[in-house]
């Protein structure tokens, strides 16, 4: 609960932009683009999530995105 609001105000305040979006089997999608040091410390948070979120794991896939593929700002759509 409330775990996209609290991970997209994170991401705002670290300069990531991405989204973060519910998949149909309860997981939360997280797309985060950033410097290397942003996105290291974003991790950080995902695991946190809100103080009523379970976060019980984490996924990393490093993706190769040209620069017009990344989005801009942070949506929770």
Request: aromatic fraction near 8%; hydrophobic fraction near 40%; charged fraction near 25%.
């Amino acid at each position: 609960m409330f775990y996209r609001a609290t991970v997209a105000r994170r991401a705002t305040e670290l300069g990531i932009t991405g989204y973060a979006r519910n998949l149909p089997d309860g997981r939360v999608e997280v797309l985060a683009c950033g410097t290397e040091e942003g996105v290291a410390r974003y991790l950080e948070a995902l695991w946190m999530g809100s103080t009523a979120s379970k976060v019980k794991a984490v996924e990393v896939i490093d993706l190769e995105l040209a620069p017009d593929q990344r989005p801009e700002g942070f949506g929770t759509g």
